[in-house]
Nanobody, 116 residues
Framework: QVQLVESGGGLVQAGGSLRLSCAAS????????MGWYRQAPGKQRELVAG???????LYVDSVKGRFTISRDNAKNTMYLQMNSLRPEDTAVYYC??????????WGQGTQVTVSS
């Protein structure tokens, strides 16, 4: 069973930066897609950014130009570089990975809080 562990969250002022990491317990080289989701209080979990095995990326409009998703297969780790953070980015951030139909895993989440 693949396990994902997020780290890098914290408290930052608006305009600041954070880098989230998602470390997998096994090789991510064969993962089809990996992604970062977030859930703010009282809101549904939403996809923030995704990266495919091809390297193609996608972002929700609200983070385009500010966030960058990447993956390092050698380190079995995915990252989310978050710049120009805004208070509305405050949420619990989760990583997700899938490697076959019906086969996926979630991390436990890491809190990101952006103060105004």
């Amino acid at each position: 069973q693949v396990q994902l562990v997020e780290s890098g969250g914290g408290l930052v002022q608006a305009g600041g930066s954070l880098r989230l990491s998602c470390a997998a317990s096994g090789s991510i080289a064969n993962f089809n897609t990996m992604g970062w989701y977030r859930q703010a209080p009282g809101k549904q979990r939403e996809l923030v950014a995704g990266i495919f095995s091809s390297g193609r990326t996608l972002y929700v409009d609200s983070v385009k130009g500010r966030f960058t998703i990447s993956r390092d297969n050698a380190k079995n780790t995915m990252y989310l570089q978050m710049n120009s953070l805004r208070p509305e980015d405050t949420a619990v951030y989760y990583c997700n990975a899938d490697w076959a139909p019906g086969q996926h895993a979630w991390g436990q989440g890491t809190q990101v809080t952006v103060s105004s």
